[in-house]
């Protein structure tokens, strides 16, 4: 089962940054936090992924909290072709290696 | 980057037929891969891992009899639905993990319809 709680969808304006928050209260100390997103009908993309430290990459940033209980993803400048479902995963599994989905975040950008 | 292709990207199968599904690391080894299946408006939910050399692994409430998994090499892993039925029709996809720390690289995805 998917650790991770996210906001149904959200709205955001073009050019703008969009910031999709995740919940991840039972997350343990050596699990990372993933970001994938996937727009209609394509296999999820793989955005950016954090243990501690914030990140950043060319596509976004990802700001975690210092309880590591919640992250932010942030794309700085978003455009039309970021509208897609975005998945915050904790690694979870016995051997530690499945990726369990939950419901992720459905994201418009409005022009 | 890690690619993973996947074939058929959609097929269409009659009722009762089975159809095999390949998904293959293209330039790295994956001594384990994952299936996923994704209902419309609904989100990915992993049906097994498959793992190199040795049977695969499902999760509960897949039934290891239809859903036919064989990793028969470092960079290919099938998925057979055996005696499809409609309530078969879905998309599937699979993954396959690169590196230790890295994230999983995903195919492209496979659109079932059964008539």
């Known amino acids: 089962d998917a650790k991770t709680t996210q906001p149904t969808s959200m709205d955001c304006a073009e050019g703008r940054a969009a910031n999709l928050p995740c919940n991840h209260s039972?997350?343990?100390?050596?699990?990372?936090v993933y970001w994938y997103r996937q727009i209609h009908s394509q296999g999820p993309q793989y955005i950016i992924h954090?243990?501690?430290n914030n990140e950043t990459n060319e596509m976004a940033s990802l700001i975690i909290t210092e309880d590591r209980k919640s992250s932010t993803l942030i794309l700085p400048h978003a455009t039309l072709r970021d509208t897609a479902v975005y998945y915050c995963i904790v690694r979870v599994g016995n051997t530690g290696n499945q990726f369990y989905f939950g419901t992720g975040t459905s994201l418009t950008v409005i022009p | 980057g890690a690619v993973v292709s996947q074939h058929p990207s959609r097929v269409i199968c009659k009722s009762g037929t089975s159809v095999k599904i390949e998904c293959r690391s293209l330039?790295?080894?994956?001594?384990?891969m994952f299936w996923y299946r994704q209902f419309p408006k609904q989100s990915l939910m992993l049906m097994a891992t498959s793992n190199e050399g040795s049977k695969a692994t499902y999760e509960q409430g897949v039934e290891k009899d239809k859903f036919l998994i064989n990793h028969a090499s470092l960079t290919l892993s099938t998925l057979t639905v055996t005696s499809a039925h409609p309530e078969d029709s879905s998309f599937y996809i699979c993954s396959a993990r690169v590196g230790e720390e890295n994230g999983y690289t995903f195919g492209s995805g496979t659109r079932l319809t059964v008539v």
């Open positions: 330039d790295f080894q994956a001594t384990t």
């Open positions: 039972t997350i343990s100390g050596n699990e990372y």
């Open positions: 954090g243990l501690k």
